[in-house]
């Protein structure tokens, strides 16, 4: 009767898999199926090296309950080596799969089978470990760190690492690392090495060994680029518009490391505009892999701790806050008191632009980044003026000041003093006066002034917006919710059609306050179109196995270029899909 089994409690770094050949030798079982059967409750499982499945099944049917499912992925698998560089939602979805019976596309979230480093199938040992091994611990076992690819050299002993060339398995094996050097024969892993190269591999292996001791407080590092550009403007990579210097970058990169290591770590660089660091140093939109990450690390700070030792600090080109408010109005002028800021990137010049937002409404924006100190009060453009401004434009225009007086003591120009002053500032000054009506009544209105008042008394615009606030919602809804055809785009002109309102829309837009606010819960931006797109056509290929990704963005009628959050969301479907159908099978096995 299958009742399980009772695995070999695991040695310090051990691979699951070596666990596992330990247990099968043990057992002095004759086929590798009954060890995979007794250890999974089935044959039908590889036994991977780096990033097995069927790990509940493991833990469920182990006797001796020692390590939970995250605990062998953790300590175990070389789930570590690639995790602090995936995308949260996708590394939890690799742990998911490798804790489910379907492994299947472990590698291709991590993105190793799209990757041109190589992934190597040779279990690899270091002699001074084996010997260190069997006085400590009776055996030999293969160690975790051995089996990472970018690691050459044991860093532990500086030691060349070697690879069994006989006995070997076949790929449903267990290879055992044998207790005695005369049971096999192995070669090193690397061959005529200069000593120049050993010492860096040295230092890459020791990068490693402390990346993945780290790996738990590691788990942003997919947006590389952002912790690493600070570093980059630092030593003359970044242009003022915020472009890296990719030739620049890549000429010095090469020089740093040198064809030759590059190419033991499949890391050789294909072009200035195309190579692999240019990917690295961009906005993430793809994995890139670990070692290649170590060695982009290792290029500016010169080893993973000197990195690691660096506070987290971001890119920021209008410098740390808070910064000067530059509303004269304001009994804070100049002063450092503003602690809202959004950076955006210009269309025209790519440079950065950054929009500061005081506590007193005022909000002005300017071109950076900064070059000296005296930038931070340079103002580009005001995007309001707020309160206290408007207050002050009152009170100096009821002191009987001049126009370029108020102009030069408000820090704006003449046209800017008109044009507030014949506006709704004016108006909400007269609301909020301590004239009386009498007084108010004899004042006689401009031209203009009439016409508009007259016009607004013909119109309910309160009840206007409130009926139309209605209609737009429920067509919102109605083109949210219609799964008939394919998704239209929110926008003011696809609603505004809608409901036969696109003129008002368009051109009364201060007149419906309510409607505007409705509708813009509802825009959606090109991004965000595009990921409901996806949503709707992952929904539409449900059935279908497998799901294809070039299927997918081609049923949801995308471009080849878009977004990263789009491109996660596609792998999303793809993974629920996968989850899903599992779920599906499971129901049907039981």
Not at 123 to 141: A, K, N, T, V
Not at 341 to 367: A, E
């Amino acid at each position: 009767m299958d009742t399980g089994c009772v695995l070999p409690n695991p040695y310090p770094d051990e691979l699951l898999y070596s666990v596992i050949a330990r247990y099968h030798v043990r057992m002095n079982n004759e086929s590798p199926k009954w060890t995979l059967r007794e250890v999974f409750g089935t044959e039908n499982v590889i036994p991977t090296i780096d990033l097995p499945s069927h790990l509940d099944s493991l833990v469920s049917r182990n006797l001796t309950q020692g390590l939970t499912a995250n605990q062998w992925i953790d300590r175990h698998t070389l789930y570590p080596y690639y995790a602090p560089f995936l995308p949260k939602d996708r590394a939890y979805r690799v742990r998911a799969l490798m804790k489910s019976t379907n492994g299947s596309g472990i590698h291709a979230l991590i993105g190793i089978t799209a990757s041109t480093v190589e992934r190597s199938n040779d279990l690899r040992y270091c002699p001074s470990c084996f010997e260190s091994d069997i006085q400590h611990y009776g055996e030999p076992y293969w160690h975790r760190l051995h089996q990472m690819s970018g690691v050459w050299v044991c860093p532990l002993h500086q030691v060349d690492l070697h690879r069994i060339i006989e006995p070997i398995s076949d790929r449903h094996g267990l290879t055992v690392l044998p207790i005695a050097r005369s049971m096999f024969r192995s070669e090193p892993v690397m061959k005529m090495a200069s000593e120049k190269i050993k010492t860096i591999l040295c230092q890459i292996a020791e990068d490693v060994r402390l990346l993945i001791e780290n790996s738990e407080s590691l788990t942003n590092l997919y947006n590389l680029r952002d912790h690493v550009l600070p570093r980059l403007f630092e030593s003359g990579y970044v242009t003022a518009g915020a472009r890296i210097r990719q030739r620049k970058f890549y000429e010095q990169f090469t020089i740093t490391f040198g064809e030759e290591l590059l190419r033991i770590m499949d890391s050789t660089l294909s072009g200035e505009v195309n190579s692999w660091t240019a990917t690295a140093v961009r906005k993430a939109r793809y994995v890139v892999h670990p070692v290649r990450s170590l060695l982009l690390v290792r290029f500016l700070y010169g080893s993973l701790e000197q990195f690691l030792s660096v506070p987290d600090s971001s890119y920021t080109p209008f410098g740390l806050g808070p910064w000067p408010c530059l509303n004269k109005a304001s009994d804070h002028y100049h002063r450092a008191v503003v602690t809202s800021l959004q950076v955006t990137r210009c269309t025209d010049t790519s440079q950065p632009v950054g929009t500061f937002t005081c506590n007193c409404g005022f909000s002005y924006s300017r071109r950076g980044p900064d070059q000296c100190n005296e930038d931070k009060y340079r103002r580009g453009r005001i995007k309001s003026f707020g309160p206290v401004w408007a207050k002050k434009l009152r009170e100096l225009l009821h002191e009987g000041k001049s126009i370029r007086t108020i102009a030069d003591l408000l820090g704006v120009d003449s046209n800017t003093v008109i044009k507030y002053a014949r506006g709704a500032v004016v108006d909400s000054l007269k609301n909020n006066s301590t004239e009386t009506p009498q007084q108010k009544g004899t004042e006689k209105p401009g031209r203009l002034e009439q016409s508009q008042r007259q016009y607004n008394d013909r119109v309910n615009w309160e009840k206007r917006d409130l009926e139309l606030s209605w209609l737009v919602e429920e067509a919102c809804k109605a083109m949210l919710s219609d799964e008939t055809r394919k998704p239209t785009r929110i926008t003011l002109s696809a609603v505004g059609k809608k409901v036969g309102k696109l003129s008002l829309l368009e051109k009364r837009k201060k007149k419906i306050p309510i409607t505007m606010q409705v509708l813009s819960r509802y825009l959606e931006s090109v991004k965000d179109f595009q990921i409901r797109r996806v949503r709707w056509a992952a929904d539409q290929m449900a059935g279908e196995w497998p799901l294809r990704k070039w299927k997918l963005v081609k049923k949801a009628g995308l471009w080849r270029e878009y977004d990263k959050e789009v491109s996660e969301e596609i792998d999303r479907c793809i993974g629920l899909h996968v989850v899903g159908l599992n779920e599906v099978n499971q129901s049907w096995l039981h």
